[in-house]
């Protein structure tokens, strides 16, 4: 069974900054790509970041230049730097994986469950 956990969210003032952590556990071969997705009250879910294995990255456009994201292979986990929050990012945050569970079996796509993240104008 694998879990992907995530933490960091909470309530913040505009221009303020979070970092979300999710991090993977259980029977895990190996991590391909992960991401971060968001869905805000009302609209579909939307690629926030997204992470390779060997570390090529690519972002939303509004979240360019603000967000950062990185892994650390050797915990199984994803960060997600955000800085200069606006009103506009106030979504809850999902963490996503592709993991092998053997050479034979995956990858297969996992979700967390979920982190609340506020940002008050």
């Known amino acids: 069974q694998v879990q992907l956990v995530e933490s960091g969210g909470g309530l913040v003032q505009a221009g303020g900054s979070l970092r979300l952590s999710c991090v993977a556990s259980?029977?895990?071969?190996?991590?391909?790509?992960m991401g971060w997705y968001r869905q805000a009250p009302g609209k579909q879910r939307e690629l926030v970041a997204h992470?390779?294995?060997?570390?090529?990255?690519n972002y939303a456009d509004s979240v360019k230049g603000r967000f950062t994201i990185s892994r650390d292979n050797a915990k199984n986990t994803v960060y997600l730097q955000m800085n200069s929050l606006k009103p506009e990012d106030t979504a809850v945050y999902y963490c996503?994986?592709?993991?092998?569970?053997?050479?034979?079996?995956?990858?297969?796509?996992?979700w967390g469950q979920g982190t609340q993240v506020t940002v008050s104008s």
């Open positions: 996503n994986a592709d993991i092998r569970l053997s050479t034979r079996w995956g990858p297969y796509e996992y």
């Open positions: 259980g029977s895990i071969f190996s991590i391909n790509a």
């Open positions: 992470i390779t294995s060997g570390g090529s990255t």
